[in-house]
């Protein structure tokens, strides 16, 4: 009799596998009543890196743009106050910012100018093995290194490169060295000069403007147009009417990229260019060569002000849906 009862006693696995379920129905139970525990414990990680890894060194900046550095000792000065500031908004420096704008503007005109017609192309006609080559045109550069693509370009834009040779086998020297001499465009070569700078800004930029214009053409409704068509809209005024104002969300989001990449970018104009500075050289020569972050931190602040106005405007025009 002790011996059966011995045996109908659970053993210590069994209790174990019990002990599990029970604390799993729990657990399962209080989670169902509890459905905000659930949403916060599932974001905490996330939110904690972005607070810790993103928002933490962006507010530090934020912070230490108003510090100074002591004119004497050259020591940074960790009092709060608007000095920083005063020195940012020189006219030298108003027309760094004034030069890197008004770059990342006319950048992305360019970029949509030309990636609208490939976009429109590839939406709306390309089929099979073309569209397939031609996605894979736009995506190839984006799978090689940047630096290398930079470099490439200094390579082909320098005096012995491919496009002078182009300029001499064509006879368009005299082209090439009237552009080279106007005053705003020109240089001493196409590798160091603003024009060059534009056309690799332009070439590095490009397939983020060309993937946001396409999608929002994929999604643009072939019958519309037959419509438009039917009812006798000639093809300007259906495009003017129907497809751009479809289209403009994505024409809006590809520019958040151009723009924001160029507004921000270094190595460019550190690489192609001439001695003119644009906020990102800056930026890095302050924190780099002269020590003085502060002022770094402020010219820093400019862009993300910068690009928080657009974004804002950028939103009102539904251009975050086409993304």
């Known amino acids: 009799m002790a011996t059966a009862t011995k045996a109908e006693q659970p053993s210590l696995f069994q209790r174990l596998s019990r002990l599990i379920d029970s604390v799993s129905k729990g657990l ?9 525990t659930v949403l916060v414990m599932l974001l905490a990680p996330p939110l904690l890196w972005l607070l810790i890894l993103y928002i933490g060194p962006l507010l530090t900046m934020a912070l230490q743009s108003f510090f100074y550095i002591d ?35 006319t950048v992305t005109l360019a970029a949509v100018i030309i990636a609208f017609p490939l976009a429109y192309y590839m939406s709306r006609y390309a089929r099979g093995r073309i569209k397939s080559l031609l996605y894979l045109a736009v995506l190839l550069p984006l799978w090689s290194s940047y630096l290398v693509r930079v470099y490439s370009w200094k390579l082909i834009l320098a005096n012995e490169g491919v496009a002078n ?15 080279l001499s106007q005053p705003v465009i020109g240089g001493s070569s196409l590798g160091f000069s603003y024009l060059g700078m534009f056309i690799v ?8 403007m060309i993937l946001p214009i396409n999608a929002a053409l994929e999604r643009v409704p072939s019958s519309l147009l037959d419509a438009s068509s039917d009812l006798g809209a000639k093809p300007l005024y259906t495009f003017r009417r129907i497809i751009l104002p479809l289209v403009f969300p994505g024409i809006v989001a590809g520019s958040i990229f151009t723009f924001s990449l160029t507004l921000g970018d270094y190595i460019i104009p550190t690489v192609i260019g001439n001695s003119s500075y644009f906020i990102g050289p800056v930026v890095n020569s302050l924190q780099g060569t002269s ?8 010219f820093t602040i400019v862009p993300m002000v910068i690009m928080g106005v657009y974004l804002l405007l950028a939103r009102r025009t539904g251009a975050f849906d086409a993304l």
Request: proline residues 4%.
């Open 201 to 208: 800004f332009v070439y590095i930029w490009l397939p983020y």
């Open 28 to 36: 399962s139970r209080f989670f169902f009543t509890h459905p905000r």
């Open 291 to 298: 020590g003085n972050i502060p002022l770094a931190a402020a």
């Open 71 to 105: 004119d004497y000792s050259g020591v940074v000065v960790k009092q709060l106050s608007l000095q920083t500031y005063a020195d940012l908004f020189t006219q030298s420096n108003m027309e760094i910012v004034g030069r890197t704008v008004l770059m990342s503007s």
């Open 165 to 179: 040779w182009f300029f001499e086998v064509l006879h368009l020297t005299g082209v090439r060295d009237w552009i």
